[in-house]
């Protein structure tokens, strides 16, 4: 089993950055695929970018596809989503999640473990 937990959310302004962390303990963190969501108040949870195990396949949403970067770091257990030129719509909460195998889902279900989520909030 593997504990997911998330960091690095706070208040910001808009046009400002980010950097979420995601510190695994437990399993072999090289071990899974990873992935982001999130949650605004009222919407459907969305993925917002995943990551193979071995870091060298990743994926961004449409919705913040060159200003969102996703990396891993597997010598340090860590999964980051490094947030440029936030928007107020990016205003959520932020999960990240693993799941055994060599590549992301970008559904919740397919994931194995979640984090609790960091909030995120972005002001006009």
């Known amino acids: 089993q593997v504990q997911l937990v998330e960091s690095g959310g706070g208040l910001v302004q808009a046009g400002d950055s980010l950097r979420l962390s995601c510190a695994a303990s437990?399993?072999?963190?090289?071990?899974?695929?990873m992935g982001w969501f999130r949650q605004a108040p009222g919407k459907e949870r969305e993925f917002v970018a995943g990551?193979?195990?071995?870091?060298?396949?990743?994926y961004t949403a449409d919705s913040v596809k060159g200003r969102f970067t996703i990396s891993r770091n597997n010598a340090k257990n860590t999964l980051y989503l490094q947030m440029n030129s936030l928007k107020p719509e990016d205003t959520a909460v932020y999960y990240c999640?693993?799941?055994?195998?060599?590549?992301?889902?970008?559904?919740?279900?397919?994931?194995?473990?979640w984090g609790q989520g960091t909030q995120v909030t972005v002001s006009s």
């Open positions: 999640a693993g799941r055994v195998s060599v590549y992301y889902s970008s559904t919740w279900s397919g994931y194995d473990y």
């Open positions: 990551i193979s195990r071995s870091g060298g396949t990743s």
């Open positions: 437990g399993r072999t963190f090289s071990s899974y695929a």
